[in-house]
C-alpha cells in the first residue's frame, strides 16, 4: 500500500499518514509501531499494542473505541456501530473518514450495509481497503 509514516507525541501515537514524510529520529514507541506494522503486514499481528491519543470529537474518539474492539478479519458496517452508539450511519463513516490513526485503528474494517465496501479515506481509497481486507482474509 506504499510507504507510511508515523507521528507520535511523548506519550502515543498521534497520526499515520500514507506516503513518506520527514525523516526523524525515531523515537522507542516509533520503533515499537513501525515493528507492530510490520508485523501484521506480514500476517503475524492481529491486534496492535500501542498507545494512542488521536485528537478528535468524543463522539469521533467512541467510533475509534468500537473500530479497536473490531476483531482482525471480521467486518462491521456503519449501521452496526451507530446502533451500538445510538447514532446515525453517516455519523460514524464522519468519523471513520477523520480518523487519523488507520490500520491500528482499523477504519478499514467498516463497511457499508449489504457488505458492500463503502469508502475509505487513506491511500489510494477503496483499493487501499481492498488490500488490506483481503490480508486479513476477508473477501467481497
Keep these: 500500500i506504499g ?10 501515537l498521534v497520526a499515520l499518514e500514507f506516503g513518506q514524510g ?4 525515531g523515537s522507542a514507541l516509533l520503533k515499537d509501531a513501525q515493528a507492530q506494522l510490520k508485523a501484521y503486514f506480514a500476517g503475524k499481528l492481529k491486534r496492535f499494542d500501542l498507545p494512542l491519543n488521536a485528537p478528535g470529537t468524543p463522539f469521533q474518539k467512541s467510533v475509534w473505541h468500537l473500530m479497536r474492539e473490531i476483531p482482525y478479519g ?7 456501530l451507530a446502533y451500538d452508539l445510538d447514532s446515525g450511519p453517516r455519523a460514524v463513516g464522519g468519523a471513520c473518514g477523520k480518523n ?4 491500528i485503528v482499523p477504519c478499514h474494517r467498516v463497511v457499508a450495509a449489504g457488505e458492500k465496501i463503502g469508502g475509505f479515506s ?8 481492498t488490500s488490506l481486507l483481503r490480508l486479513e482474509g476477508v473477501t467481497f
Excluded at 510507504?3 to 502515543?12: N, Q, R, S, V
Excluded at 520527514?22 to 529520529?25: D, M
Design 3 to 12: 510507504p507510511l509514516t508515523l507521528f507520535a507525541d511523548e506519550e502515543a
Design 22 to 25: 520527514p525523516e526523524g529520529a
Design 74 to 80: 471480521v467486518t462491521r458496517s456503519y449501521g452496526d
Design 100 to 103: 487519523p490513526i488507520a490500520i
Design 122 to 129: 487513506g491511500g489510494t481509497g477503496i483499493d487501499t481497503k
